[in-house]
């Protein structure tokens, strides 16, 4: 537009011709005016994203709901909205806002499905407006994004937990009290108990005398580790380590559901000092869906064996997952049992997990199993199309030499 305004004017000027010089200067000046029309247009919209259902997992989908609200005092103009989304989640999303007045709110919807788990981001938005006559197109963009968590998903596992009946214990691996939970119970009255510790409102329920009864109760633990992974290439896939957290996460769901209290262990959870809190199966499955293989040649794993080793030290049953390909780390991680603590343990042989696998490490992988077991684990071999509920099932068959039966 710009070339031709000017072709006309010169044109017009030469031969004398002053309406051509008039429509040269017109085609001139409309997109420098249009460009200054498109500047003036400020956007004042915030964005705020729901997603419905707030908690999703892998290949289930959900709907996120964008919503706009208009804080000016002018009206918006029609903008164009392009919704960035991850690229584990779906498309991109696109949508016409019409024009907003003064503190208005308008939403939009789009699907996602996400493939893989962990934490994904949606946003920012970008909305696109042009001007009446379409030679300016103006861009801005809403940097507020929204951290979606993808859960890993469960595997059924059938059968009671292979800890039965292991360790000094018997069935009930561990009899400990959490930080904040009340150790008192309640009991009939019998001759010569404290009349301070009747229980009044419960008394009143039942029609006779109860008493608390302060003591240990019993409660079984599961100290679920997943150290830091050292990936074996480069890539940001890793399917060896998305097996180990849909496996880990299965158990814990599955030990949940027998009255375990969950302590999970990884880097995030070490760091946020969550690692010795009880936590929900859906708070375990947050905690490993966020897992990320180590950047580095040698992540740390000092402090988190030093916190592991700690709870496991309290009793309870370890479940943990190793690769064979690190094997510094397999050795710190059989470093946990001690004595008659039961022990779960899955190796994993990463090199079957490979795109093409360059060679078998069978070898490694048994041979890591054979020390875990005379160390008094249960372990499981797992490699590449290997199910959790067959590993499961390997495990409660599998019998540590050192364990006490």
Same mark, same amino acid.
């Given at each position: ?83 960035? @989304? ?7 999303? +696109?949508?016409? /806002?019409? %024009? !907003? =007045?003064?503190? $208005?709110?308008? *939403? ?102 109860? @008493? ?7 409660? +079984?633990?599961? /100290?679920? %580790? !997943? =150290?830091?992974? $050292?990936?074996? *290439? ?172």
């Amino acid at each position: 537009m710009l070339a031709a305004g000017m072709t006309l004017t010169v044109s017009g000027a030469g031969l004398g011709f002053d309406d051509l010089v008039r429509i040269g200067a017109l085609a001139m000046a409309l997109p420098l005016l249009s460009l200054l029309i498109c500047r003036r247009q400020r956007v004042t919209l915030s964005v705020f994203r729901t997603c419905h259902p707030p908690v999703i997992a892998v290949g289930c989908s959900a709907t996120v709901e964008v919503t706009l609200h208009h804080r000016g005092s002018r009206a918006t103009p029609v903008l164009l909205a392009y919704e960035q @989304v991850g690229a584990r989640l779906g498309a991109p999303a +696109r949508a016409l /806002v019409p %024009v !907003l =007045g003064a503190e $208005a709110r308008w *939403s939009f919807g789009y699907p996602i499905l996400p493939v893989r788990r962990g934490a994904h981001l949606l946003g920012p938005l970008h909305l696109h407006r042009r001007d009446v006559f379409g030679l300016v197109t103006a861009t801005t963009v809403l940097p507020e994004a929204a951290e979606i968590i993808v859960l890993p998903p469960v595997h059924p596992l059938e059968g009671a937990s292979p800890t039965a009946g292991t360790g000094t214990e018997g069935t009930r691996p561990t009899l400990v009290a959490l930080h904040g939970q009340d150790d008192a119970s309640l009991r009939g009255y019998q001759q010569g108990d404290d009349l301070r510790r009747i229980h009044w409102p419960v008394t009143a329920h039942r029609g006779e005398l109860m @008493v608390r009864h302060e003591g240990q109760p019993t409660l +079984r633990r599961a /100290v679920i %580790v !997943l =150290g830091g992974y $050292a990936a074996p *290439s480069s890539s940001d896939d890793c399917p060896s380590l998305d097996w180990m957290v849909e496996a880990l996460g299965s158990v814990a769901v599955h030990l949940a559901g027998q009255g375990y209290a969950l302590h999970v262990l990884t880097p995030d959870t070490l760091e946020a000092a969550t690692a010795v809190l009880r936590l929900t199966p859906a708070q375990a499955l947050r905690a490993l869906a966020v897992v990320a293989p180590a950047t580095g040649a040698d992540p740390p794993r000092a402090p988190l064996m030093a916190a592991a080793r700690e709870l496991a030290g309290q009793g309870g049953v370890v479940v943990t997952a190793i690769g064979d390909h690190d094997e510094p780390m397999a050795h710190e991680v059989l470093s946990l049992k001690s004595g008659t603590t039961p022990g779960l343990l899955f190796v994993v042989d990463v090199a079957s997990f490979a795109p093409s696998p360059a060679g078998s490490r069978a070898g490694r992988s048994q041979e890591l199993a054979g020390l875990a077991r005379s160390g008094g684990w249960r372990v499981a071999v797992v490699r590449r199309g290997d199910s959790v509920a067959a590993a499961w099932t390997e495990l409660g068959a599998s019998r540590g030499s050192g364990v006490r039966r």
